[in-house]
């Protein structure tokens, strides 16, 4: 029964690894631990609906579990001219006889197992993925919140503009990668649909129970239509969308860190076990991490337009193209947007703010001009005039090589608005309008809120996956007593 009935012939070696890859023994360990979580759950719901009987279910989960348990080493060599689940099929046939192990795909197909396959992965990522997001946030805020009184210049068009925080400014990036992880939380949350049922693309004609498996599976719902089920991967191409926003937002991080560390800023020091050297010059220190971070941006961009791609204009049914293909890419993206998240922790944990430079360079750099034109609109004067006086003071300042406007402008103008000594902690701590910095405390604390909301998202869903997996484990185990009767579930679910 190695054929299909059908076909007799065989792909070629070079073929065979062109289309499946080559099958190492981690790769068939890793495929097949997949495939059977679904078997096991899609067995208990085949025999609770007398479709097979219950000593071939005993034989099958026991040699699925064996087989599981040893990481399927006994498949790894084995040839697999159709696949690794045609061959991990087989293999079930040859050990337990055609009677038991010919009925394992009873009432599903390879599109609707590949596609469930496809759901937990992607879940299973999600869940890791969220797990290190937040723990990125949690060091951004918590190095926002200790250096959220170091004073530092913030640049427009790489020109210093106004004083702001360097513990501002992480909260600002932390912010931002919140909402990024949000969208990606709600673009996987689609994945909570099972697409087990589906079969090979119009349901089936046998009284399966979709409910029984998403449940035992830990889906929360089961799919209402085949066609979509099988035909549609726009959930894991939502969730490299937005994952390739969030490592967009990463790799502006990264550019600003790596500017801000070089000798000719010194704002930020990495410690030596953050950096690399020159093979040829002596002197370097390279933040080469940030480069890293920087890259991967372009890795999941280049992911999404790929599986966009290869998407696009396939047939609305099950497709390699989709399936399979554009998958691979997804996945791809993804691994370069955890990698991207993994080195940002500590990139962002070991980057120390040298303060001194830092405040040096927001009173040098003329930060405070904007502060200045706004004390004398408060005085009366109206903002372009004011504009214009404190430019002119800049322009005389900058002509005469100084860096401070005492003695530029209007005579005795700074002290009659009360800004003579214009400190620059001050300066910072009035801009407490329009989400300024002086105003820290309230978006800190929403930030705080929104990492609690996803660390409880991520929390609930991997308590209940586990709850569905002590249910299937229970299951099974009920199956495997010779002397249990399999439970009767009704017709009406």
Same mark, same amino acid.
């Given at each position: 029964?190695?054929?299909?009935?059908?076909?007799?012939?065989?792909l070629?070696?070079?073929?065979?690894?062109?289309?499946?890859?080559?099958?190492?023994?981690a790769?068939?360990?890793?495929e097949?631990?997949?495939t059977?979580?679904?078997?096991?759950?899609?067995?208990?719901m085949?025999?609770e609906?007398?479709?097979i009987?219950?000593?071939?279910?005993?034989?099958?989960l026991t040699?699925?579990?064996?087989?599981?348990?040893?990481?399927? /080493?006994v #498949?790894?060599?084995?040839?697999?001219?159709?696949?690794?689940?045609?061959?991990?099929?087989?293999?079930l046939i040859?050990?337990?006889?055609?009677?038991?192990?010919?009925v394992l795909?009873?009432g599903?197909s390879?599109?609707?197992?590949n596609?469930?396959?496809t759901?937990?992965?992607? /879940?299973d990522?999600?869940l890791?993925?969220?797990?290190q997001?937040?723990? #990125?946030?949690?060091?951004l805020l918590?190095?926002?919140r200790?250096?959220q009184?170091?004073?530092?210049?913030?640049?427009?068009h790489?020109?210093?503009?106004?004083?702001?925080?360097?513990?501002?400014?992480?909260l600002?990036?932390?912010v931002?990668?919140?909402?990024?992880?949000a969208?990606?939380?709600?673009?996987? &949350?689609?994945?909570?649909?099972c697409?087990?049922?589906?079969?090979?693309v119009?349901?089936?004609?046998?009284?399966?129970?979709?409910?029984?498996?998403?449940?035992?599976?830990?889906?929360s719902a089961?799919?209402?239509?085949?066609?979509?089920? #099988?035909?549609s991967?726009d959930?894991?191409?939502?969730?490299?969308?937005?994952?390739?926003?969030?490592?967009?937002?990463?790799?502006?991080?990264?550019?600003?860190?790596?500017?801000?560390?070089? &000798?000719?800023?010194?704002?930020?020091y990495?410690?030596?076990?953050?950096v690399?050297?020159?093979?040829?010059?002596?002197?370097?220190?390279?933040?080469f991490l940030?480069?890293?971070?920087?890259?991967?941006?372009?890795?999941?961009?280049?992911?999404?337009?790929?599986? &966009?791609?290869?998407?696009?204009?396939?047939?609305?049914?099950?497709s390699?193209?989709?399936?399979?293909?554009?998958v691979?890419?997804?996945?791809r993206g993804?691994?370069?947007?955890?990698e991207?998240?993994?080195?940002?922790?500590?990139?962002?944990?070991?980057?120390?703010?040298?303060?001194?430079?830092?405040?040096?360079?927001?009173e040098?750099?003329?930060?405070?001009?904007i502060?200045i034109?706004n004390?004398?609109?408060?005085?009366?004067?109206?903002?372009?005039?004011?504009?214009?006086m404190?430019?002119?003071?800049?322009?005389? &300042?900058?002509?005469?090589?100084?860096?401070?406007?005492a003695?530029?402008g209007?005579?005795?103008?700074l002290d009659?608005i009360?800004l003579?000594d214009?400190?620059?902690?001050?300066?910072?701590a009035?801009? /407490?309008h329009?989400?300024?910095?002086?105003?820290?405390?309230?978006?800190y604390?929403?930030?705080?809120?929104?990492?609690?909301?996803?660390?409880?998202?991520?929390?609930?869903r991997?308590?209940?996956?586990?709850?569905?997996?002590?249910?299937?484990?229970?299951?099974?185990?009920?199956?495997?007593r010779?002397?249990?009767?399999?439970?009767?579930?009704g017709?009406?679910?």
């Open positions: 029964m190695s054929g299909t009935g059908r076909l007799l012939g065989e070629g070696v070079r073929t065979r690894r062109i289309v499946y890859g080559d099958m190492l023994p790769a068939v360990a890793a097949l631990a997949l059977a979580r679904v078997d096991r759950a899609h067995v208990v085949l025999v609906r007398g479709l009987s219950s000593d071939a279910a005993r034989q099958l040699c699925v579990q064996e087989l599981a348990a040893d990481r399927f /080493r #498949l790894a060599s084995r040839p697999a001219p159709r696949g690794v689940y045609l061959m991990y099929e087989q293999y040859e050990h337990l006889g055609p009677h038991v192990g010919g795909h009873t599903r390879r599109n609707d197992l596609a469930t396959i759901a937990l992965r992607f /879940r990522w999600t890791a993925f969220s797990e997001a937040a723990r #990125l946030e949690a060091v918590s190095r926002a200790a250096h009184a170091v004073p530092m210049p913030i640049h427009t790489f020109q210093a503009a106004m004083p702001v925080t360097y513990g501002y400014y992480l600002g990036v932390a931002a990668v919140a909402r990024e992880v969208a990606i939380q709600a673009a996987a &949350a689609a994945l909570d649909v697409p087990l049922g589906a079969a090979a119009a349901g089936t004609d046998l009284p399966i129970d979709p409910a029984r498996t998403a449940e035992l599976l830990g889906f089961t799919t209402t239509h085949a066609l979509d089920a #099988l035909a991967r959930v894991p191409l939502r969730m490299l969308a937005s994952a390739a926003s969030l490592v967009i937002t990463l790799s502006r991080f990264a550019m600003d860190l790596q500017l801000w560390s070089s &000798a000719e800023f010194g704002f930020v990495f410690p030596d076990r953050l690399g050297g020159s093979s040829a010059m002596p002197q370097k220190r390279n933040a940030l480069e890293h971070v920087k890259a991967k941006a372009g890795i999941a961009l280049g992911a999404w337009t790929a599986a &966009a791609s290869t998407m696009k204009s396939a047939p609305f049914t099950n390699i193209e989709v399936g399979t293909e554009a691979a890419e997804v996945r993804l691994h370069a947007v955890d991207a998240v993994q080195l940002c922790q500590v990139l962002t944990s070991g980057a120390v703010p040298v303060a001194d430079r830092m405040r040096e360079r927001a040098k750099g003329f930060t405070a001009a502060s034109a004390r004398l609109v408060q005085h009366g004067m109206p903002f372009r005039a004011a504009h214009h404190v430019g002119e003071a800049v322009r005389e &300042a900058v002509e005469a090589g100084a860096t401070s406007l003695g530029f209007p005579p005795g103008w009659e009360g003579a214009l400190d620059i902690a001050a300066l910072v009035a801009h /407490r329009g989400g300024g910095p002086g105003a820290f405390t309230l978006p604390g929403h930030a705080v809120a929104e990492w609690v909301r996803q660390r409880d998202w991520h929390l609930g991997r308590q209940s996956i586990a709850q569905a997996e002590m249910a299937l484990v229970d299951a099974v185990r009920g199956l495997c010779r002397d249990t009767p399999p439970a009767s579930r017709e009406d679910r």
